[in-house]
């Protein structure tokens, strides 16, 4: 006759935990078992690196409880599978829908394994969780970390290769806007021209996370989303955050510029202001700046260029840089105008529309002395410039109301502080100090 099992053994798991019991480890090798005690909404699960937020209560395989949020009173966050926390919750937590309560079963080499957790978890001890999932949030990968672009990876990519700026890559794409699909399609597309194959904004900035074969979500705001024709054609508000599907099939990396010989930084750099250009004249601003910025990376330096290759670098390097301050100064963002316009006058000092462009900015951040400095300066190199001869007038007539307003508040200050004086009444000194110094 086999000995009976004490029940107070903390890795056996009483049957009655285990009813109803699906193993949802990703190896599909028991690993994890789940049981569904309230059943979640929708269809979705959280995806890998998405900040998932639950409440738990941990207790070893004979009910021994060793730790739990809801006694703290303070719910728990962690990244989903990377390995923030036990093997068990990475396959676990992946397979729960929001609202959702469960209990997850987790054999050893899932938890703590071999040198367990003491003084609460033994080794090779079975652990139970109770799991309720609140929310998830997919990793943000805008630029402003505003929230503006989440991706939330359904299956991950292979290898370390991911794309740069000009690598082709070959994406499935499914659209879906308020549960409706509206752009099913495989396509190729460069890195930096998304918008040229109708495909949002923020896919330049995310497919250069994905590896090859990764299949994720990304959640995008109106800032990164589809331009507001292609908004239009989809039947979408212009305000409407949409949602892609995406699965990078392949990719062809871009040389890095320091692989680029000069002639290739050369050329690459003319097509890509040239690109800029036309977006900025159909007055997508953002957009023509990313272009403008490639121009900047990629004529970073002047290394192995000819003397003919470096006046051509720097005639692209100064027009990228005024163009970029000009896209800023139109959507009012002055200190990044002002930066560019700085570094158009590091390589020509003389030049007038950096210059003009640097008043401007000094304008809108309300640099009246600054601003009236460039407008003359531009006038030092061209007189007849009367564009500037107004905008110099403007300036000057801004620096006299500010030195007239600072006039009449420090006059006001003095005049109180006058008055205050005569209406204090003088107090003897008990003891005062003699005329003369001891």
Not at 108 to 116: H, I, L, M, N, R
Request: proline fraction near 4%; glycine fraction near 8%; hydrophobic fraction near 35%.
């Amino acid at each position: 006759m086999e000995d009976s099992v004490p029940a107070t053994d903390p890795n056996v798991v009483p049957d009655e935990l285990l009813q109803g019991a699906v193993d949802v480890s990703k190896s599909q090798d028991g690993g994890v078992q789940k049981v569904i005690l309230k059943e979640g909404t929708g269809e979705e699960s959280p995806g890998i690196g998405d900040q998932v937020v639950v409440h738990y209560v941990g207790t070893l395989a004979n009910g021994s409880k060793f730790d739990s949020s809801r006694d703290r009173n303070d719910k728990f966050k962690f990244k989903l599978g990377q390995g923030q926390v036990i093997k068990a919750w990475d396959d676990g937590v992946a397979s729960m829908k929001k609202g959702e309560v469960a209990r997850l079963i987790c054999r050893s080499d899932y938890g703590y394994g071999k040198t367990g957790s003491p003084p609460k978890i033994p080794a090779d001890a079975t652990l139970v969780f109770e799991v309720e999932l609140f929310e998830w949030k997919g990793e943000d990968l805008s630029e402003e970390s505003n929230g503006g672009i989440l991706r939330s990876i359904q299956v991950e990519g292979t290898g370390y290769i991911t794309p740069n700026d000009g690598s082709l890559v070959k994406v499935e794409v499914k659209g879906v806007y308020d549960g409706r699909v509206f752009d099913e399609r495989t396509v190729s597309f460069t890195v930096s021209d998304a918008v040229e194959e109708k495909l949002p904004d923020g896919f330049d900035v995310a497919i250069k996370k994905f590896k090859k074969g990764e299949s994720s979500k990304l959640t995008l705001s109106p800032q990164y989303g589809l331009s507001a024709e292609a908004m239009k054609e989809h039947n979408i508000p212009e305000d409407a955050t949409i949602q892609y599907e995406v699965k990078l099939v392949d990719l062809e990396k871009a040389k890095e510029s320091w692989e680029m010989e000069p002639d290739e930084k050369l050329s690459q750099s003319e097509l890509a202001k040239s690109k800029g250009t036309n977006l900025f004249k159909k007055g997508e601003l953002a957009k023509a700046v990313k272009k403008y910025l490639i121009v900047i990376k990629w004529l970073d330096d002047d290394e192995n260029f000819s003397e003919e290759q470096k006046a051509a670098r720097v005639s692209l390097r100064l027009a990228a840089h005024l163009n970029c301050a000009l896209c800023y100064i139109k959507q009012e963002k002055w200190p990044e105008a002002k930066m560019q316009c700085n570094e158009a006058l590091s390589f020509d000092e003389q030049s007038e529309k950096a210059l003009f462009r640097r008043g401007q900015a000094y304008m809108g951040t309300k640099d009246w002395v600054e601003a009236r400095s460039d407008f003359q300066a531009v006038l030092n190199i061209d007189s007849s410039n009367k564009t500037a001869k107004n905008q110099l007038i403007i300036a000057e007539h801004k620096v006299k109301q500010e030195r007239e307003r600072e006039r009449k508040l420090y006059a006001s200050m003095f005049t109180k502080m006058a008055a205050g004086a005569g209406d204090s009444k003088p107090t003897q000194n008990p003891d005062p100090l003699p005329d003369t110094a001891v």
